[in-house]
């Protein structure tokens, strides 16, 4: 079947410190992965996306490159900021040959949360 | 564009009562999603639609849940009786295309469901 593991939170963290979140996948077909992240009190928010193996996804500092040999789609940063406080999503979508799928499979969450 | 409009923002209401949460999706977008978030069990998906037509609703828990999508620009998820356990955040989402291209989803705000 198609999943989603990501590291348990929450992970704590002085601000400039270097974020890893790890996420890995279990998926039949082609996934596109994805990372959201969802500030308290609101929905998700697509932060970054890789649609094919060894394609790197980047945005506001973040990025994850997509390892099709270790299934895995791990979350990085080089400096946080008590801004990036924060539940981060790791997500992937199936596709198959010839069909079209859209289902979005979500881990279950990190929180993350940046002291100053 | 005004995103994904989600109404109620907050909702309260008693054990047995019926309860219907709206969506707008973003025009143009073809798959329409509901989420359903617990602190127990995560993100779960409920239903999720392609161009107005229900595609899968194995993730819909029990009868008393419906969805509907009368037109591509509404849908409603019904709660009918509504029970304490039904407390959540139920969040619409809304996409373009079939995934293949890694298109992710636009969620909305959420609903705020508490049942007493």
């Known amino acids: 079947g198609n999943s989603v593991t990501q590291m348990e939170g929450p992970v704590t963290l002085s601000e400039e410190a270097f974020l890893t979140i790890n996420c890995t996948y279990t998926?039949?077909?082609?996934?596109?992965l994805f990372w959201y992240v969802q500030y308290p009190g609101e929905g998700l928010q697509l932060l970054l996306k890789?649609?094919?193996?060894?394609d790197k996804g980047s945005n506001k500092g973040f990025e994850a490159t997509y390892r099709k040999e270790t299934t895995s789609f791990h979350l990085e940063k080089g400096s946080v900021q008590v801004s990036d406080s924060a539940v981060y999503f790791c997500?992937?979508?199936?596709?198959?040959?010839?069909?079209?799928?859209?289902?979005?499979?979500f881990g279950t969450g990190t929180l993350l949360a940046v002291q100053p | 564009d005004a995103g994904v409009i989600q109404s109620p923002r907050h909702e309260v209401t008693e054990m047995g009562q019926e309860v219907t949460l709206r969506c707008k999706p973003i025009?143009?977008?073809?798959?329409l999603f509901w989420y359903r978030q617990t602190m127990m069990r995560g993100l779960e998906l409920l239903i999720y639609?392609?161009?107005?037509?229900?595609?899968?609703d194995s993730g819909m828990p029990e009868d008393r849940f419906s969805a509907k999508m009368p037109n591509a620009s509404f849908s409603t998820l019904k709660i009918q009786p509504s029970e304490p356990r039904d407390s959540a955040v139920y969040f619409c989402?809304?996409?373009?295309?079939?995934?293949?291209?890694?298109?992710?989803?636009?969620f909305g705000s959420g609903t705020r469901l508490t049942v007493v």
């Open positions: 639609f392609n161009n107005n037509v229900p595609i899968d």
């Open positions: 890789a649609t094919k193996a060894d």
């Open positions: 998926a039949t077909g082609y996934p596109s």
């Open positions: 997500a992937l979508s199936v596709r198959f040959y010839g069909g079209a799928t859209n289902k979005l499979i």
């Open positions: 989402a809304s996409s373009k295309g079939t995934g293949r291209k890694g298109y992710g989803y636009t």
């Open positions: 025009s143009g977008h073809d798959y």
